[in-house]
Each structure stands twice: as structure tokens, then as C-alpha cells.
């Protein structure tokens, strides 16, 4: 049988076997082949599947095409204090909001808190960015495409200014004419500069008016008028409808208490007042030091014009609704009313219930007396006038925010400044 088996071996049928064992093997391989094939199919088709999901893939990004009805407004420093607050109203009222922030000041936090609030992909998106980047900002203004600006990154300390010039001529005169020179290439119709009442410098005449010569005096509001100027001479030539708005100071918080002014803890010494009363309640700093009790004020001391950030946003969107081509509007955004800082000092006492220490020093050099606005013009073109003029109301939301926020919005990421 074995013999036989092994003769059968040499013989036909043995031959035919292996004939058999070949188309065996060939089948193997057939199969192996084709299982092959499918796999790779199968891995294609999931390639696909994944790649069309990413937004990138299937159509292009919502960001890239103007939409009938859609206004694409393009957030320059909108992780920053008001620039949050800015994007939070856009797209309450159904804009479409590219931020753009290289969290040099800003927060990520608050961006996070905007994406919470609105998490449909086509309204919102963030891009982590320096504005001082030439080849970065061509790419964003490339591949977005926006109706209109608002401008707001920039430092935006004047004692850091009086140490650090270039960084402030950089940062703001700089920075912007690159963000204008991207507009103009790319047809962006409309920008909305966020500028400052430290452009007039230390005027002899209140209340402030558009018309008061613009004569800064120290490199943050050299720095803004220099923007200004830059803007205003592009626009004699240019189509764009510009909106330039000088904010006095600015405070508060969203009433809601999503959105507040959250600066580094190495910032703070040259923040603002609201900012070192908060710290001086929560016992962070041990108190107020509060720089000249002789100025010719009616308690001796400083005079200036508190505007709640919800009023400033609002000016923002009358500004934009408002927006000629080949127009420059020029505003004060401010209450028209001065308070000064015993009267802040107290309605910050009463707003936080703690019984805040303050000092009283020396005039701090380079400080003036008054500084406070004449809105008239804003509210006779834009229809807009401030609504919280409630000193210690707007302390009370800012400071509700502070209390629950003492580490600011948490995490920080940082490029660059
Ligand atoms: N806060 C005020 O009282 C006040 C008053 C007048 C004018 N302003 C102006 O308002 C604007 C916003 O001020 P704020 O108080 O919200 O300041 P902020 O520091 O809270 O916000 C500024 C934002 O700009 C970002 N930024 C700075 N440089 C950048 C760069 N090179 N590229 C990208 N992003 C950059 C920062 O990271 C930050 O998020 C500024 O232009 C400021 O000059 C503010």
C-alpha cells in the first residue's frame, strides 16, 4: 500500500495530486491576494471615512467662503479681556467668529468658555497665532474669509510702555500694519480699531471730544495714535469702511458671569485700578495705594471715565452695523461722566464688602488730573450711549467673577509676546 501509495506517487493520479496541491496552493494565494486587496480597500475606505469627517477634507471650511446673511468677523486679541467679551456678543447674536491670539496676555480659558457656549464648528474657531508673523497672518487671511476686523490685540500697559518702547511700537504700530496690509491684499471690507483716550495725552480742556488735539505722552498712546495714523491715511484711498474707537477706562464683566478680566499675576503691577482692588479684597496685595490727594479734582484726586465692558462691546456692534466703505468714523467710547478715585475706591469697598486698606502717597509723575469724555458724537451717529453707569454694579459682576475665579481662568499656554 505504501509502495503503492509511493508508486501511485509517480504515477497519474500522483502527478494529478500534485496538479491539486499547485491549484491548492495557487488558491491559497488567490485568496491571500484578494484577502489582501479587501484589506486594503477596507483600510482606504476608512481613510476616507475619517479624512471626510475632518472638516478640512469634505468641504471647505465654513471660514473660507462668504455666506449670504453670515457676517465673518475676524477677532484680533479676542482670548484678552475685551476681546472675549467682544466674540461672546458677536456670536450671541449669530455672527461667525475667527479669534485669532497668540496667548501672550489672553487666555485660552476664555476662549474654552466661547467654544462651550457655542460649539457648532462653522461659528467659532480659534487659531493660535502672532500677529507679528508675516507668513501667519498672510495664511489666515488666505484661507478665512472675512467681512470685516475688529482689531483688538495689543499690550496695553502705559507704565510697561514708559520701560519697554519697541515692544509697544512692535506690538501695536507694527502688528496693525501688517493686519491692514493683509486686509487691503484680501479685500477684508471693514475694520473696527480698538484705540484709546491715552491718544489725547493730557489735554487742558474737559470733557474730551473727538476734536481735541491728539498729543500722547507716553509710547502706548504714541504707539496707538501712530495705528491711528497709519489707518487713516490707507483709508483715503481705499474703499474700507473704518470705525476707530477711543475707549476711556474700561471695566466689569459679563453680567452672566461666564467672561472677566483675568491679566498674569506678573501683570499686576502695572494693571489697573479694578484689578488691584480685586487683588487688595482678596487679600493677594495687602492694600490701595492711591498716588496724589492735591490734584485740582474736587477731593484731590484722579479723575477719570469708567465704561463697563457690555457697553464697550455694544459700541463694537453699532460700530460694525454702522460701517461706510470709504468712511472713517472716529469715537470716544466713554459715560461722559468722571469719578474719581476716592469715589472708585469706595464703590469697590461696597461692591466686595471688604474694608480695603488704602494708603495715600505722592502723585505718581506722568499721572493727570482729569481725563473723561464727551460722548455726544456716538450717540448722535452710532444711536449708542453707555447703560451701566452703576460704578459699584459694575463692580459688584466683575468682582463676583474674581471671587470664583481666583486663579483667573486656570491653565495658561504662551508662545510669544
Ligand atoms: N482695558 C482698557 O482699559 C483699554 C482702554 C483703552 C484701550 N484698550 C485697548 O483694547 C484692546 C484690548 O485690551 P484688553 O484690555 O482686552 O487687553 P488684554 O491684554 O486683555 O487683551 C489683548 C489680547 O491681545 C493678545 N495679543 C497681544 N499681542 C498679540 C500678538 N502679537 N498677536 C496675537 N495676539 C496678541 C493677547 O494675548 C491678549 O489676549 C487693546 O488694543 C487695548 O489697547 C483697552
Same mark, same amino acid.
Given at each position: 500500500?505504501?509502495?503503492?501509495?509511493?508508486?501511485?506517487?509517480?504515477?497519474?493520479?500522483?502527478?494529478?495530486?500534485?496538479?491539486?496541491?499547485?491549484?491548492?496552493?495557487?488558491?491559497?494565494?488567490?485568496?491571500?491576494?484578494?484577502?489582501?486587496?479587501?484589506?486594503?480597500?477596507?483600510?482606504?475606505?476608512?481613510?476616507?471615512?475619517? *479624512? +471626510?469627517? $475632518?472638516?478640512?477634507?469634505?468641504?471647505?471650511?465654513?471660514? #473660507?467662503?462668504?455666506?449670504? /446673511?453670515?457676517?465673518? %468677523? &475676524?477677532?484680533?486679541?479676542?482670548?484678552?479681556?475685551?476681546?472675549?467679551?467682544?466674540?461672546?456678543?458677536? *456670536? +450671541?447674536? $449669530?455672527?461667525?467668529?475667527?479669534?485669532?491670539?497668540?496667548? #501672550?496676555?489672553?487666555?485660552? /480659558?476664555?476662549?474654552? %468658555? &466661547?467654544?462651550?457656549?457655542?460649539?457648532?464648528?462653522?461659528?467659532?474657531?480659534?487659531?493660535?497665532?502672532? *500677529?507679528?508673523?508675516?507668513?501667519?497672518?498672510?495664511?489666515?487671511?488666505?484661507?478665512?474669509?472675512?467681512?470685516?476686523?475688529?482689531?483688538?490685540?495689543?499690550?496695553?500697559?502705559?507704565?510697561?510702555?514708559?520701560?519697554?518702547?519697541?515692544?509697544?511700537?512692535?506690538?501695536?504700530?507694527?502688528?496693525?500694519?501688517?493686519?491692514?496690509?493683509?486686509?487691503?491684499?484680501?479685500?477684508?471690507?471693514?475694520?473696527?480699531?480698538?484705540?484709546?483716550?491715552?491718544?489725547?495725552?493730557?489735554?487742558?480742556?474737559?470733557?474730551?471730544?473727538?476734536?481735541?488735539?491728539?498729543?500722547?505722552?507716553?509710547?502706548?498712546?504714541?504707539?496707538?495714535?501712530?495705528?491711528?495714523?497709519?489707518?487713516?491715511?490707507?483709508?483715503?484711498?481705499?474703499?474700507?469702511?473704518?470705525?476707530?474707537?477711543?475707549?476711556?477706562?474700561?471695566?466689569?464683566s459679563?453680567?452672566?458671569g461666564r467672561?472677566g478680566?483675568?491679566?498674569?499675576?506678573?501683570?499686576?503691577?502695572?494693571?489697573?485700578?479694578?484689578?488691584?482692588?480685586?487683588?487688595?479684597?482678596?487679600?493677594?496685595?495687602?492694600?490701595?495705594?492711591?498716588?496724589?490727594?492735591?490734584?485740582?479734582?474736587?477731593?484731590?484726586?484722579?479723575?477719570?471715565?469708567?465704561?463697563?465692558?457690555?457697553?464697550?462691546?455694544?459700541?463694537?456692534?453699532?460700530?460694525?452695523?454702522?460701517?461706510?466703505?470709504?468712511?472713517?468714523?472716529?469715537?470716544?467710547?466713554?459715560?461722559?461722566?468722571?469719578?474719581?478715585?476716592?469715589?472708585?475706591?469706595?464703590?469697590?469697598?461696597?461692591?466686595?464688602?471688604?474694608?480695603?486698606?488704602?494708603?495715600?502717597?505722592?502723585?505718581?509723575?506722568?499721572?493727570?488730573?482729569?481725563?473723561?469724555?464727551?460722548?455726544?458724537?456716538?450717540?448722535?451717529?452710532?444711536?449708542?450711549?453707555?447703560?451701566?453707569?452703576?460704578?459699584?454694579?459694575?463692580?459688584?459682576?466683575?468682582w463676583r467673577w474674581q471671587k470664583s475665579h481666583r486663579n483667573g481662568?486656570?491653565?495658561?499656554?504662551?508662545?510669544?509676546?
Amino acid at each position: 500500500m505504501l509502495n503503492y501509495s509511493r508508486n501511485r506517487a509517480h504515477s497519474k493520479p500522483n502527478r494529478s495530486f500534485s496538479l491539486e496541491a499547485m491549484d491548492l496552493a495557487d488558491s491559497r494565494r488567490k485568496s491571500n491576494v484578494t484577502g489582501k486587496v479587501l484589506m486594503a480597500i477596507s483600510l482606504i475606505t476608512l481613510c476616507i471615512i475619517i *479624512l +471626510k469627517r $475632518s472638516p478640512n477634507f469634505s468641504s471647505p471650511s465654513p471660514f #473660507s467662503h462668504r455666506q449670504p /446673511g453670515v457676517t465673518h %468677523v &475676524l477677532v484680533t486679541g479676542g482670548a484678552g479681556y475685551i476681546g472675549s467679551h467682544a466674540a461672546l456678543r458677536l *456670536l +450671541k447674536d $449669530s455672527h461667525r467668529v475667527t479669534i485669532v491670539d497668540n496667548l #501672550s496676555r489672553g487666555n485660552l /480659558g476664555a476662549v474654552k %468658555v &466661547l467654544q462651550q457656549l457655542f460649539p457648532d464648528p462653522a461659528q467659532l474657531q480659534f487659531i493660535y497665532a502672532d *500677529l507679528g508673523d508675516a507668513k501667519a497672518v498672510n495664511k489666515i487671511f488666505s484661507e478665512n474669509e472675512f467681512d470685516a476686523v475688529m482689531h483688538f490685540a495689543a499690550v496695553a500697559y502705559v507704565g510697561e510702555s514708559t520701560m519697554d518702547p519697541l515692544r509697544y511700537y512692535h506690538n501695536i504700530t507694527s502688528n496693525t500694519l501688517m493686519v491692514l496690509k493683509a486686509m487691503a491684499a484680501h479685500g477684508v471690507k471693514t475694520l473696527i480699531y480698538s484705540s484709546t483716550c491715552a491718544t489725547y495725552g493730557e489735554p487742558k480742556k474737559m470733557p474730551i471730544t473727538e476734536g481735541t488735539p491728539q498729543v500722547p505722552i507716553n509710547p502706548y498712546g504714541k504707539a496707538k495714535k501712530m495705528a491711528e495714523d497709519m489707518i487713516i491715511d490707507f483709508s483715503k484711498n481705499s474703499d474700507m469702511a473704518v470705525m476707530v474707537l477711543r475707549y476711556f477706562n474700561v471695566i466689569g464683566s459679563d453680567p452672566e458671569g461666564r467672561l472677566g478680566e483675568a491679566p498674569r499675576p506678573e501683570l499686576r503691577e502695572h494693571g489697573r485700578i479694578s484689578g488691584a482692588c480685586f487683588d487688595a479684597a482678596l487679600g493677594i496685595i495687602p492694600g490701595l495705594k492711591v498716588k496724589g490727594t492735591d490734584y485740582k479734582t474736587a477731593d484731590g484726586t484722579c479723575v477719570r471715565d469708567y465704561i463697563d465692558v457690555t457697553d464697550l462691546v455694544d459700541a463694537h456692534v453699532k460700530a460694525l452695523a454702522h460701517a461706510k466703505p470709504k468712511k472713517v468714523g472716529i469715537y470716544n467710547v466713554g459715560t461722559g461722566k468722571g469719578r474719581s478715585v476716592k469715589e472708585f475706591v469706595e464703590a469697590c469697598k461696597k461692591a466686595t464688602g471688604v474694608d480695603i486698606k488704602v494708603e495715600y502717597l505722592d502723585r505718581r509723575p506722568g499721572d493727570y488730573a482729569e481725563v473723561y469724555s464727551d460722548p455726544s458724537k456716538i450717540l448722535r451717529e452710532l444711536n449708542w450711549t453707555a447703560q451701566y453707569t452703576n460704578l459699584q454694579e459694575s463692580l459688584q459682576t466683575a468682582w463676583r467673577w474674581q471671587k470664583s475665579h481666583r486663579n483667573g481662568y486656570g491653565t495658561r499656554m504662551s508662545l510669544h509676546s
